[in-house]
């Protein structure tokens, strides 16, 4: 007869779907609100946990599978636009996690076992614990490594921005269909997520989020003094925005994986420019002058 511990039981279930959430969120370049991931594996494990407490059988039933797995993934991705796609990824990644538990299995191994669709293991809550953030880091370097993968083929690049004596650091993101560029000289605009690019401005001269969503009114208050003219509106169109405006201000130096690249015009978007925070700016493809 197998002894079943439910805080085990638990526990392994927790993670293991706080890791599948997790990998999934990366893959599709998703914010990675870490909370919401925790909240959707505590889903997954009170509902492995539930499965054998008297009279929950009916929970192992192929619909009650299906509404746990759209509540946790409600939890962890609610409200995003690529809720369809982090669902795929999700079973994707839950369908092969499975298959290698089975296939350690038919090797002989006895640590983890899988049945009625959830984690089990015989294993000390230690060495569970353990072996969850040993899984926890491979995952972490595998993506780590895909990251560099990218930016060796040069979707990355390392961006600092020099505005006066002050001087912001960027991860950019190579972006061939972004096609905004300065119309006094025509040369690709560097857009940054705004809140990272304070580091260029003194605090009398600092724009704030306001500023940001309202550009004209920004304009008119930081564009006072000494950096008169250092700031401008840049019309923009993309996906939904006919007619937008962002502001501006122009950099005394852009410099491009360590090269100078000479002024540039630098954007500033209230928004983050990547849902996944692997970088922080975007700009075209820029010519070697």
Not at 64 to 71: E, I, T, V
Request: one cysteine or more.
């Amino acid at each position: 007869m197998t002894v079943i511990y439910i805080d085990t039981l638990f526990l392994l279930n927790a993670l293991v779907d706080y890791l599948l959430l997790l990998g999934a969120a990366r893959l599709a370049g998703e914010p990675l609100r870490r909370w919401r991931f925790a909240l959707g594996g505590a889903l997954g494990g009170i509902y492995a946990a539930a499965i054998f407490l008297p009279g929950c059988a009916f929970l192992a039933h192929p619909l009650c599978r299906l509404a746990s797995a759209a509540l946790m993934l409600l939890a962890a991705y609610g409200g995003s636009r690529r809720l369809f796609r982090q669902g795929i990824l999700f079973i994707a990644l839950t369908c092969a996690f499975g298959g290698g538990v089975v296939a350690i299995g038919l090797l002989g191994g006895t640590g983890l076992t899988l049945g009625n669709g959830v984690f089990y293991s015989a294993l000390d809550l230690k060495v569970v614990l353990l072996s969850a953030a040993v899984c926890y880091g491979v995952l972490t370097l595998g993506f780590q490594r895909l990251a560099r993968h990218s930016a060796a083929g040069g979707e990355l690049v390392s961006v600092k921005v020099r505005v006066k004596e002050r001087s912001a650091r960027f991860t950019a993101l190579v972006d061939t269909g972004n096609t905004l560029t300065d119309p006094s000289t025509g040369r690709p605009v560097l857009v940054a997520e705004g809140e990272r690019a304070l580091l260029l401005f003194p605090d009398d001269h600092r724009p704030n989020e306001n500023d940001l969503r309202d550009p004209a009114s920004g304009l008119t208050r930081l564009g006072t003094g000494q950096w008169r003219g250092r700031f401008r509106l840049l019309p923009y169109r993309s996906v939904g925005v006919e007619r937008g405006l962002l502001l501006a201000v122009r950099a005394d130096e852009l410099e491009w994986n360590g090269q100078g690249r000479g002024p540039a015009l630098v954007a500033l978007s209230p928004t983050p420019v990547s849902d996944g925070g692997g970088y922080q700016a975007l700009v075209g493809p820029m010519d070697k002058r």
